[in-house]
T-cell receptor, first 114, second 116 residues
Framework: DAEITQSPRHKITETGRQVTLACHQT?????MFWYRQDLGHGLRLIHY???????NKGEVSDGYSVSRSNTEDLPLTLESAASSQTSVYFC?????????????FGEGSRLTVL | AQKITQTQPGMFVQEKEAVTLDCTYD???????LFWYKQPSSGEMIFLIY??????QNATEGRYSLNFQKARKSANLVISASQLGDSAMYFC?????????????FGGGTRLMVKP
């Protein structure tokens, strides 16, 4: 079965360190997204990609970067982790706009920045 | 301005009763899509139901139905015959047509607690 997986599921790091969260999907979806979830804010969009070599900033992109070198993967990098980036991160993917546009989510990655 | 508003941070419902979770949205585009997701305590996001802005009938999926009132810009989720397993966070989300890649904007969520 097709799926979307994130790793690591849990990570603790220190302020200033670089962190990369991996996201891998086997749906063959062109569209991929990174959201962060914080209490009271729901899910907020960090970055998204509509295809290979395409990346776009979302609502809360400061301090984050992504790259899309193939269809399956969209890694999220925190260049210099800050305590404000402690959150749960969700990767998601979707098919084209001709379908309902349901997002398929990964299991989430809980990041703690000390 | 918030595009998706869920005004109920938390709600209780008695098992086997119906419950309505509120969602209002803001858009000037005539074409859009509305979604509801469930997030149980285990953390995964589960797609429940979808309503297109041009759909003539309210969407239904098993015990879930979407009370779509276009003029009022509301898309409330109705869960019939609540079960203990329905206890979870519920998120309303919207896709606007200029987002060709199906990017969704989410509301802040409602925590539903089902009492036995």
């Amino acid at each position: 079965d097709a799926e979307i997986t994130q790793s690591p599921r849990h990570k603790i790091t220190e302020t200033g360190r670089q962190v990369t969260l991996a996201c891998h999907q086997t749906w063959n979806h062109n569209n991929m997204f990174w959201y962060r979830q914080d209490l009271g804010h729901g899910l907020r969009l960090i970055h998204y990609s509509y295809g290979v070599h395409d990346t776009n900033k979302g609502e809360v992109s400061d301090g984050y970067s992504v790259s899309r070198s193939n269809t399956e993967d969209l890694p999220l990098t925190l260049e210099s982790a800050a305590s404000s980036q402690t959150s749960v991160y969700f990767c998601a993917s979707s098919a084209g706009a001709e379908e309902t546009g349901e997002l398929f989510f990964g299991e989430g990655s809980r990041l703690t920045v000390l | 301005a918030q595009k998706i508003t869920q005004t109920q941070p938390g709600m209780f419902v008695q098992e086997k009763e119906a419950v309505t979770l509120d969602c209002t949205y803001d858009t000037s585009d005539p074409s859009y899509g509305l979604f509801w997701y469930k997030q149980p305590s285990s953390g995964e996001m589960i797609f429940l139901i979808y309503q297109g802005s041009y759909d003539q009938q309210n969407a239904t999926e098993g015990r879930y139905s979407l009370n779509f009132q276009k003029a009022r810009k509301s898309a409330n989720l109705v869960i019939s015959a609540s079960q203990l397993g329905d206890s979870a966070m519920y998120f309303c989300a919207m896709r606007e047509p200029n987002n060709a890649g199906n990017m969704l904007t989410f509301g802040g969520g409602t925590r539903l607690m089902v009492k036995p």
